[in-house]
């Protein structure tokens, strides 16, 4: 396992290329609205990243993805490829999930929308605990502890709310690559005594379900769903850790984290 600690002109780059990312999920907010096609909101998505932030869609064409941004909707649990057929409705809940690669550096993330007036209470209280479980684990970060108190943090509370964390996915470093060392699990689980560094750069982003945490791929070998087809809700920020603490590099205007 190579984790790479990045220099301070690196977290300069990173953090320009995360408030990129930050940007486009404010600049999208205004159109995720009943009746917008996902396909839609991808083409302006796209030309914000290429043309007026002069960077690159991270996952455009990574690994054979074929859009600019992921877009999951309702039990869509991520990697939700956007589609001219696939409608907004009121009632939905929709994540979003942006990386720019700018400057050969990468940022990283992502955040539940509501769309319409009618999204069912439970369905607002997943949204809200996704979000919750991760500033709680953001809060706890800094220099020395052992990384596997970011997934029981997120266990602990989204499991206290009768939620369940999807197993299958994860965090991951960042930085000059887009997926680096070290996995971020969001569930306890054994972390290979890796203990957090000043200079350590990776995202957090739980996803959880209503229901049973147990995910399937479709056919399109990207969209995971959940199986039980309940809704599920995912939060991601690109976090740095500090001499004395971290700093949320993709945090957004108005944002606060601490509570």
């Known amino acids: 396992m190579k984790i790479f600690i990045k220099n301070s002109k690196e977290?300069?780059?990173i953090y320009t290329s995360c408030q990129?990312?930050?940007?486009?999920?404010?600049?999208?907010?205004?159109?995720?609205?009943?009746?917008?096609?996902?396909?839609?909101?991808?083409?302006?998505?796209h030309n914000y990243i290429t043309k007026?932030?002069?960077?690159?869609?991270?996952?455009?064409?990574?690994?054979?993805?074929?859009?600019?941004?992921?877009?999951s909707i309702n039990d869509v649990v991520c990697h939700g490829i956007p589609s001219k057929k696939e409608i907004?409705?009121?009632?939905?809940?929709?994540?979003?999930?942006?990386?720019?690669?700018?400057?050969?550096?990468?940022?990283?993330?992502?955040?539940?929308?509501?769309?319409?007036?009618?999204?069912?209470?439970?369905?607002?209280?997943?949204?809200?605990?996704?979000?919750?479980?991760?500033?709680?684990?953001?809060?706890?970060?800094?220099?020395?502890?052992?990384?596997?108190?970011?997934g029981q943090i997120i266990q602990k509370y989204v499991e206290s709310k009768k939620f369940s964390v999807v197993k299958n996915?994860?965090?991951?470093?960042?930085?000059?690559?887009?997926?680096?060392?070290?996995?971020?699990?969001?569930?306890?689980?054994y972390d290979y005594g890796i203990i957090l560094r000043p200079g350590m750069v990776f995202t957090i982003e739980p996803m959880i379900n209503i229901g049973n945490h147990d995910v399937y791929l479709t056919n399109d070998n990207w969209t995971v769903k959940t199986?039980?087809?309940?809704?599920?809700?995912?939060y991601e920020h690109t976090v740095l850790i500090t001499d004395i603490g971290s700093k949320v590099l993709t945090i957004r205007k108005k944002e606060k984290i601490y509570f």
């Open 88 to 150: 907004l409705k009121n009632g939905d809940i929709v994540n979003i999930d942006v990386t720019v690669l700018y400057n050969n550096y990468y940022g990283d993330t992502s955040k539940m929308f509501l769309v319409g007036n009618n999204v069912s209470k439970i369905s607002k209280l997943l949204c809200l605990t996704a979000k919750k479980s991760l500033y709680k684990a953001i809060n706890i970060l800094k220099p020395g502890i052992r990384l596997y108190k970011i």
């Open 227 to 234: 199986i039980d087809k309940t809704n599920s809700a995912q």
């Open 169 to 189: 996915y994860c965090g991951h470093g960042i930085g000059k690559n887009f997926h680096e060392d070290p996995q971020i699990l969001h569930y306890k689980s």
């Open 52 to 71: 007026t932030q002069k960077a690159k869609s991270a996952t455009l064409g990574y690994k054979g993805f074929p859009k600019s941004v992921c877009i």
């Open 20 to 45: 990129l990312a930050a940007k486009v999920l404010e600049m999208i907010k205004t159109y995720i609205i009943p009746g917008i096609s996902t396909e839609e909101i991808n083409n302006i998505c």
């Open 11 to 13: 977290i300069k780059k």
